[in-house]
C-alpha cells in the first residue's frame, strides 16, 4: 500500500506522457486522475493507520549508494509527518487534475500537461517520504525540474520561457545552500540517514567546522545551509522573485505550486530536521527573522498589484513567511498546521481566479474586470470563503493557525519573535486589506472591462464547481476539526515526527498572554478588511486622488515594483557579472590568454613554420644531395659519440664496485 502511494502518480505520469497519442486527452487525463486518485485513498488508509492509530513503517527497498563510509540506501518513511503532507499532496493534486481537464480541454497538448502534473506530485511525493537526505534531495531537484516543466508549458510565450528560466536559475541558489548543507551533515556524523542524524545531534553542539576559511560551530553553520534550501523552494526574502513570475504558467499550475507542492518542500525541510535544528539557537533566530520580514514584504507588495494572479501569488509569499517564523520559533507543529489548511483554501483561491479568467476571456488584469458577481456568483461565493480564510476570519480555517503563530511569537519573549510577531500582524492588516480589494475591484465595483467579453462570462462546467465546491469545505471546517488532534495541548499525534526543546514548548505560554494582544491581529483584520472595502467600493475616487499625489505616487511606485528587488538585481548584480563575465573572463582570458598560449597561439607558430619551410626548398638535386650527406655524418657522429659515453659510464660503474 505504502509505495502504491508513491509510485502510482509515476505510473500516470508515464502512461500520459508516452501513449498520450493513442489515449487521446480524455483517456489520458482519465488515467492520471485515477493513478493521483487512488493515491489519495491510500494516503487516507496511512493516515488512519500511521498518524491515528500510532503505527509509524519504514520501508528499506535496496541499497543505491555505498563507498567506503558513505552509505544511502532506497528507503521510505511514514510518520506522522509524512502521512499528513501526503494527505494534503494527494488531495489538492487530485482535485487540480479533475479542474485541468475542463479547464485545458481544448488544448492540443493536453496528455503532455497532464503527464507533467502527475510528474509534479511523483517527485512530491518523493520529496516527504524519503528516509534519507539524498534521496530528499532527488525529490527536491525533481519538483524543481517540474516547476520549470509546466511553467513554461506555452513555450512558444517568450514570457514563460524567461519565468521558467528564472525560476530554476533563483532555485538553484537554494539548492546549492543544500547541498553545501548535506555535504556537511555527512562530514560531521558520517551519515545521511535521518535516523542516525538526529540521534546524534545533540552530541555534535560544540562541533566546529571550517567554511571559507573560517571556524563555524557545525550545527549553526548546517542549519543556515539548509535554512537556504528552504529560502529558495519557499520563495522567502532574497529568492522570492521567482514566485510571482511563476504565474506565466497554467492556473492549474499555480495552484499545484503554490498550495500543496513547491513552495511547500522548505517548511516541510525545516519541520523534518527539528531535532537537528533545535540544537541551532543562531540559526533558528535567523530562520524567524526572515519569515517576519517576508510576512510583511509581500503582504505590502500585494496591496497594490494589479494582476489576479499576481495578487494571490504574493499572498502565498506572505503566509510561507509565517509558516516560517513558526519554525524558527520552534512551533513546527504550528506551522505544519497552517500549512495544511493554507493548501485548501489557495488552492481555493487560485482555480476560484481560473473560473474568473476562464469567463473574461483570460484576462487577469482586475482594473478589466468589475460586477462579476452578477454573472458568476457561485464563483463570487468561492472567492469570497477561500479569501476570508486567507483573512483569517472566525470560525473559517484560516482563523485557527493563522492566529495561533502570532500569539507564539508574543509568547516566546525575544526579541526576534517580538519583531516577528508585530511584523506579522501589521502584514494580517495588509493581508485583509488586499483580499477584500481583490473581491471589491473583481466582482463589486462597477464593470471596466470590455462589454463582450463581460456579456459572454458565465460560470464554467460542473466539473470545475465541483472542484470548488470540494475545496470550499475544508476551508472553512477543516482548521476547526483537526485543531486539537495536531496543536492541541498533551496531543501525541506528532510522536517522534517533530522534536521541541522543553525550554521551547511556547505555545503553552500563549494561553496566559493578554488578552489584547492575542484579539490585536484579528481587530487589524477586520479593520483592513473594512477599510479596504470603504476605500474602493465607495471612495475610490478619494483613492485615486491620494494616489496620484507626491507621496502617493512615489509609495505606489515603489511597491508596485516589488520594493525594487527585480531592479537592484538586474541592474546592480546581474548587468556587472554579465559585463565582468563578458569584457574579463571571456575577451581577456578565453579569447586573450588561453588562446595566445593554447591552440591558437599553437596553430599560428606552425603555420610560420610552415611557411618558412618553403623557402628551403630550392629546386637543385644537388642541394638536397648535400644535406642527405650532412645528414648521415651527423647521425654517425651521435652514434658514436653516445658509444663512447656508454662505455665511460661501464668503467665507472666497474671502477666502484672493484673499490667496495
Known sequence: MYLNIVFLPLFGSIAAGFFGRFLGGKGAGLVSILSVGLSWFLSCLAFYEVGLGGSPT????????????FHVDWAFCFDSLTVVMLFVVTFVSTLVHLYSMEYMGGDPHLPRFMSYLSLFTFFMLILVTADNFVQMFVGWEGVGLCSYLLINFWFTRIQANKAAIKAML?????????????????????????????ALAPQFSSFTLTFLNFEFEALNLIGVLLFIGAVGKSAQLGLHTWLPDAMEGPTPVSALIHAATMVTAGVFLLARCSPLLEYCPKALLLVSLVGGMTAFFAATTALVQNDLKRVIAYSTCSQLGYMIFACGLSNYSVAIFHLGNHAFFKALLFLG????????????????????????????????????????????????????????????????????????SLAAFCTAFYSIRLLAICFLAEPNGSRSLLLSASEGSWLMGSVLGLLAIPSIFIGYISRDLFIGLGTGFWGNALFSLPTHLSIIDAEFMPTSMKILPLCLSISGGFLSFLLHYKYNKNLFSWKISFIGRKLYTFLNRKWLFDKVYNEVINQNLLDFGYHFTYKSIDRGLIESLGPFGLSTSLLAQVKQSRSWQSGFV??????????????????????????????LCLAAILIK
Open 622 to 651: 644537388y642541394h638536397y644531395s648535400l644535406v642527405l650527406v650532412l645528414g648521415v655524418i651527423l647521425l654517425g657522429l651521435f652514434s658514436l659519440f653516445s658509444f663512447s659515453l656508454s662505455k665511460v659510464f661501464g668503467l
Open 170 to 198: 533563483v532555485n538553484r541558489v537554494g539548492d546549492f545552500g543544500l547541498a553545501l548543507g548535506i555535504f556537511g551533515i555527512f562530514i560531521c556524523f558520517g551519515a545521511v540517514d535521518y535516523a542516525t542524524v538526529f
Open 353 to 424: 481566479a481560473g473560473s474568473v479568467i476562464h469567463a473574461v476571456g483570460d484576462e487577469q488584469d482586475m482594473r478589466k474586470m468589475g460586477g462579476l458577481r452578477r454573472l458568476l456568483p457561485f464563483t463570487y461565493a468561492m472567492m469570497m470563503i477561500g479569501s476570508l480564510a486567507l483573512m483569517g476570519m472566525p470560525f473559517l480555517t484560516g482563523f485557527y493557525s493563522k492566529d495561533v503563530i502570532l500569539e507564539v511569537g508574543y509568547a516566546t519573549y525575544s526579541g526576534a519573535s517580538h519583531f516577528a510577531y508585530w511584523l506579522g
Open 58 to 69: 519504514y520501508l528499506r527497498l535496496m541499497t543505491w549508494l555505498e563507498s567506503d563510509f
